[in-house]
């Protein structure tokens, strides 16, 4: 078939979403569809000319690099047998893509076949996608079905430190945590029987510096997609959220903890207040001076269980004070062995009460900065404690200086405090697995080592399991 039988295929070039123009080796146009001159714009007039010189000329003003288009174009018709694909790009927006082969007939190169497609709107699409993909805080990957990594977003490096040419073709289940791994194989297993189907995992990834990131992933099960033949997964670092849910987690078993602490707390007095009050009321107008006489015995121990009432509604106080920042303070010098020494006749008369031998050693002349009846508090609670946890058991207490810094040391030699809950002792409501039989909110400890802080001190404890426990509270001398 001949050059001049070209025309016989004008019918197929019409058919075609793209605009095709054959040139021979002259510069002489041979054929082009009327998408061609749809495509680049070009008037009759200029295409009745059939000339691609002067077709070149109009066209190139509606590039955006003219000369680099020109400079393709020639060097496609010095090499003959050459093939090329590139893209084009215009200065009203629009992309094309262009193709170039050369003409054969009767098996010589007659010329080249030029074809352009308009592929603006899929280039608009395709960079929305980049931009979401590059911008996207979360991590969008493309896996095989065996786990194999094929596509990683930016967001990838930003989140776990990796480059994407140390993770791409390998196995992303290597670096899922051991002990989640499991969990994220058998939903694998699920999506993966589920063609279009999605599935959502947690689990914990590892990062480039050994870490690991608490990670949430949503999958899609895209094989049978023949663009992307895998599974999408958008996964996101939910590292905070886990916080927070293990947060709110420890303050509801707080809460559950403080209504069953503070129930048996104010069951007991409640109940005994209750009870002599109901004799008295039975009693009531029939009692004569001998009973009255015998009625007023039970008195102190009533008044004793209003005082622990007391105690455990001005303890509950201490501690909305302290979450809110409102436990206020006088501070003034005191002479602080004096204080203690008034302040431990009191504490003698407890401790003997408890069978406990008290051995006393205090250095004169000591002075402190401080609010007397908050410290007092906090003796107060360390000596409730010695009684509560060690009857029975000999006490020392001890006031030294210590450089720039008063010190006191209970010492007691009770069943002790094993070290991996020597910190726990201090938080709120806590008394510890091994005393839950004995009474108590568990906040004497906590506001002691508030208020303590708060004077610019410290309270910690020293002891091992069945070796009796010393709690050091130290203040400064002069703030």
């Given at each position: 078939m001949?050059?001049d039988?070209?025309s016989v295929?004008?019918?197929?070039f ?7 123009l ?5 510069g ?5 569809n009327s998408?061609?001159q749809?495509?680049w714009k070009i ?7 059939k000339?691609d010189?002067l077709l070149?000329k ?5 590039l ?7 400079s393709?174009?020639e060097?496609?018709?010095?090499n003959e047998?050459s093939?090329s694909?590139?893209t084009?790009y215009?200065?009203?927006?629009r992309t094309?893509m ?5 003409l054969?007939c009767?098996?010589k190169?007659?010329g080249?076949?030029w074809?352009?497609?308009?592929i603006?709107?899929q280039?608009k699409s395709?960079e929305?996608v980049?931009?979401i993909?590059?911008l996207?805080?979360?991590i969008?990957?493309?896996i095989?079905?065996e786990g194999?990594?094929i596509?990683n ?11 994407n ?5 390998k196995n992303?289940?290597d670096?899922?945590?051991?002990d989640?791994?499991?969990t994220?194989?058998?939903a694998?297993?699920v999506?993966l029987?589920?063609?279009?189907g ?7 990834y590892?990062?480039?510096d050994g870490?690991?990131?608490?990670m ?7 094989i049978r997609?023949p663009?992307i033949?895998?599974?999408v997964?958008i996964s996101r670092e939910?590292?905070?959220?886990k916080?927070?849910?293990q ?10 903890d403080?209504?069953?602490?503070v129930?048996?707390?104010?069951k007991?007095?409640?109940t005994s207040?209750?009870?002599q009050?109901?004799?008295i009321?039975r ?5 004569n ?7 007023s015995?039970n008195l102190?121990a009533l ?7 007391e105690r455990?509604i ?7 004070r302290?979450k809110?920042?409102n436990l ?8 602080f062995s004096?204080?203690m020494e008034?302040?431990l ?5 407890m401790?003997?009460?408890a069978?406990?031998?008290l051995t006393?050693?205090?250095e ?5 900065d401080c609010d ?25 207490i001890s006031?030294h200086?210590n450089n720039d810094?008063a ?5 007691d030699?009770?069943?002790g405090?094993s070290?991996e809950?020597q910190n ?7 008394r510890?697995e091994e005393?839950?039989?004995?009474g108590?909110l568990?906040?004497?400890l906590?506001?002691?080592?508030n208020i303590i802080?708060?004077?610019g001190?410290?309270?910690r404890v020293?002891s ?6 010393e709690?050091?509270l130290?203040l400064p001398?002069?703030r």
């Amino acid at each position: 078939m001949g050059i001049d039988d070209l025309s016989v295929f004008q019918a197929v070039f019409e058919s075609t979403a793209d605009g095709l123009l054959l040139v021979d080796n002259e510069g002489k146009v041979l054929a082009s569809n009327s998408r061609f001159q749809e495509l680049w714009k070009i008037p009759d007039s200029l295409m009745e000319k059939k000339n691609d010189e002067l077709l070149l000329k109009f066209i190139v003003d509606q590039l955006i690099d003219p000369q680099s288009f020109i400079s393709k174009v020639e060097e496609l018709y010095r090499n003959e047998t050459s093939i090329s694909e590139d893209t084009i790009y215009f200065k009203d927006g629009r992309t094309f893509m262009r193709f170039s082969r050369p003409l054969i007939c009767q098996e010589k190169n007659a010329g080249r076949i030029w074809s352009f497609r308009n592929i603006t709107s899929q280039r608009k699409s395709e960079e929305m996608v980049e931009a979401i993909t590059e911008l996207s805080p979360d991590i969008i990957s493309v896996i095989s079905p065996e786990g194999v990594l094929i596509f990683n977003s930016p967001a990838a490096e930003k989140i776990h430190g990796y480059k994407n040419e140390d993770l791409i073709g390998k196995n992303t289940f290597d670096l899922i945590h051991g002990d989640d791994r499991a969990t994220v194989s058998e939903a694998m297993a699920v999506l993966l029987s589920q063609p279009g189907g999605t599935a959502s995992v947690q689990y914990r990834y590892l990062n480039k510096d050994g870490s690991y990131a608490w990670m949430e992933a949503t999958a899609s099960n895209q094989i049978r997609n023949p663009l992307i033949r895998g599974i999408v997964s958008i996964s996101r670092e939910i590292g905070k959220r886990k916080m927070l849910e293990q947060e709110l987690s420890s303050a509801l078993r707080l809460r559950d903890d403080f209504i069953s602490i503070v129930t048996h707390e104010l069951k007991t007095p409640v109940t005994s207040i209750k009870l002599q009050l109901q004799i008295i009321q039975r009693l009531g107008k029939n009692l004569n001076p001998e009973d009255c006489v015998h009625r007023s015995e039970n008195l102190p121990a009533l008044l004793g269980q209003v005082n622990s009432l007391e105690r455990l509604i001005d303890d509950l106080l201490h501690v909305s004070r302290i979450k809110n920042g409102n436990l206020n303070f006088e501070l003034k010098k005191e002479n602080f062995s004096a204080l203690m020494e008034s302040s431990l006749e009191r504490y003698r008369k407890m401790l003997l009460a408890a069978d406990c031998e008290l051995t006393i050693d205090l250095e004169k002349g000591i002075s402190v900065d401080c609010d007397a009846m908050r410290v007092d508090q906090v003796l107060t609670n360390l000596v409730t404690n010695v009684i509560r946890y060690a009857p029975h058991k000999p006490v020392e207490i001890s006031l030294h200086r210590n450089n720039d810094m008063a010190e006191i040391i209970f010492r007691d030699h009770g069943p002790g405090i094993s070290p991996e809950k020597q910190n726990e002792i201090f938080q709120l409501f806590s008394r510890g697995e091994e005393f839950r039989n004995i009474g108590g909110l568990g906040v004497g400890l906590y506001i002691s080592r508030n208020i303590i802080e708060q004077h610019g001190g410290t309270l910690r404890v020293n002891s091992a399991s069945g070796k009796g426990a010393e709690f050091i509270l130290r203040l400064p001398l002069s703030r």
